[in-house]
Nanobody, 119 residues
Framework: QVQLVESGGGLVQAGGSLRLSCTAS????????MDWHRQAPGKQRELVAT???????VYADSVKGRFTIDRDNAKNTMVLQMNSLKPEDTAVYYC?????????????WGQGTQVTVSS
């Protein structure tokens, strides 16, 4: 059984910063990658940033240069540092983990955390 605990969302003014954190727990967890997705009202969920077990990162064009994803493999924790936030970054942010539990690759989503950027 995998558990994901997200934290760090909130309300911030445009130009401000927030830091999201996601910690995965579970027995025999071999995490392949972790990433953040977001979903704004009336829009489809989109990928924000991904980090693999060897620290390879991928960012959406809309957040490049402003967001930084990092990961502590020993703690199964991923963080997303969000700087220079814009109103269009307002969304529910979801943590996702892709892992191997010994029976194949599985995907698990967090419950989401709200990020609101005021203009």
């Amino acid at each position: 059984q995998v558990q994901l605990v997200e934290s760090g969302g909130g309300l911030v003014q445009a130009g401000g910063s927030l830091r999201l954190s996601c910690t995965a727990s579970g027995s025999a967890l071999s995490i392949k990658l972790m990433d953040w997705h977001r979903q704004a009202p009336g829009k489809q969920r989109e990928l924000v940033a991904t980090i693999t077990s060897v620290a390879r990162t991928v960012y959406a064009d809309s957040v490049k240069g402003r967001f930084t994803i990092d990961r502590d493999n020993a703690k199964n924790t991923m963080v997303l540092q969000m700087n220079s936030l814009k109103p269009e970054d307002t969304a529910v942010y979801y943590c996702r983990v892709v892992y191997n539990d010994g029976f194949g690759l599985k995907t698990y989503w967090g419950q989401g955390t709200q990020v609101t950027v005021s203009s």
